[in-house]
């Protein structure tokens, strides 16, 4: 499931589109943050979905080699580890991940199997393979620290992949290091005995609301807290602040004030901690600076209210 810090850059990465196309209707900007949002589970759910593709192909290619006229003693009794993989054949028997792709119309490797063969090429080719065709351990426990191994060391990594998966969706360049670790999150908790069931792309509502809460305060209020960082950065004109930290200050303030179950302390860490991946490398000490600076006044003044969890 997608995680808060995650949904901060997503909000991040609205907002500034937002401000660059000069775009005011925030109706509209605020449901291409969910959307965005959204297809981050379409991503998720091709790259679980390519493990099944592959397996399919390589049972194809078995069939095809055992009738060849040539037929030769390992085309007519090959070793079918793989394709009884107990992993992916849970995966496959999965009417969950069926009815998600079917509803949202996720053929992508019907349409475009080349990428399924490429990533089989490169399966067949490394050692990973041949040690795990080797190993005469047949247990569930192994099929899955190899289709754990394999999405590591094969798909994930894979530049033609990636390509295609940006040239789908410019978002996905950015969501594709988050969902790769929450493919490999969902393929170790796989068990024996259980059936594959599609989680939640939310944690709860709570986490839900907070896209459209963060985005929509943010944006409403950007003229407002424009003039609580400038009173916090007497010595700075506004337009010599990089656009991305006054962006990420924005919305710190917004939960400050509209969060009250967010601890203070754990707003600042996520800003500073994001600003270290999308803004310069000083971004983070000035950031901290002001945030700490606003916050102090804040919570003097009581503008700052925080309660349950968020006191801690």
Known sequence: ???????????????????????????????????????????????????????????????LSKNKILATASDLNPN?????????????????????????????????????????????????????????????KRDKNFVVDFFKEIIAPNEKLAEYYEDNMISWVDDIPFVNTWVVKTLSKQKAAGLFVLGSLYKDKDDEDFVS?????????QAEYELAIAEKTPNWESDRIAEIDMILIK????????????????TINEYIEISKDYSTSKSSFFINGVLDKISKEFIANKKIVKIGRGLI
Do not use: C
């Open 251 to 266: 919305m710190a303030i917004t939960e400050f004030l509209n969060f009250p179950s967010i601890p203070t302390k754990v």
């Open 213 to 221: 809460q963060l985005f929509r305060k943010t944006v409403l209020k």
């Open 80 to 140: 079918i580890k793989f394709i009884n993989n107990k992993v992916i054949r849970t995966i496959s028997e999965s009417i969950s991940l069926e009815g998600y792709v079917e509803l949202n119309k996720l053929h992508n490797w019907k349409e475009n199997d080349e990428y399924v063969k490429i990533i089989f090429e490169e399966l067949l080719q490394s050692s990973l393979y041949e040690k795990y065709l080797a190993d005469e351990e047949h247990s569930f």
């Open 1 to 63: 499931m997608i995680n808060r810090r995650h949904i901060r850059v997503k909000v991040m990465q609205s907002v500034y589109a937002m401000l660059q196309s000069h775009n005011d209707d925030i109706i509209k900007e605020e449901k291409f943050v969910k959307h965005s949002v959204l297809k981050m589970f379409d991503l998720y759910v091709l790259n679980i979905q390519l493990l099944v593709a592959v397996q399919k192909l390589a049972a194809k290619k078995m069939a």
